[in-house]
Every structure is written in structure tokens, then in C-alpha cells.
């Protein structure tokens, strides 16, 4: 059975760090994986990106 694995990510006014963040976390192999993305209040243009 995989390991289960919860990544909290916090945000704010980045793109380039949380998809670095995220791709990481998908090339884990072997979890049952849940990552829930929280944005700090960025400018609407960020978060549009992500």
C-alpha cells in the first residue's frame, strides 16, 4: 500500500517557486499524494498564472 502524503503550499505573488513545488511533488513515486495550494492575497495577475 503507498504512503500516504498531504503538502500544504503556500503562496504569495510567486509562479516560478510553487510549479517548481508542485512538478516536484508529482515525480514522488509511490504515495497517495493530496497537495491543497493556498494563496497569501496575491495581485490577480499571479494567481491567474498558477
Do not use: F, K
Not at 3 to 21: H, I, S
Amino acid at each position: 500500500m503507498p504512503a500516504r502524503v498531504a503538502a500544504v503550499v503556500l503562496n504569495w505573488n510567486q509562479e516560478q517557486d510553487p510549479t517548481e513545488c508542485l512538478a516536484s511533488l508529482r515525480a514522488v513515486e509511490r504515495v497517495q499524494l493530496r497537495v491543497i495550494l493556498v494563496d497569501n492575497g496575491s495581485a490577480p495577475d499571479s494567481v491567474d498564472r498558477l
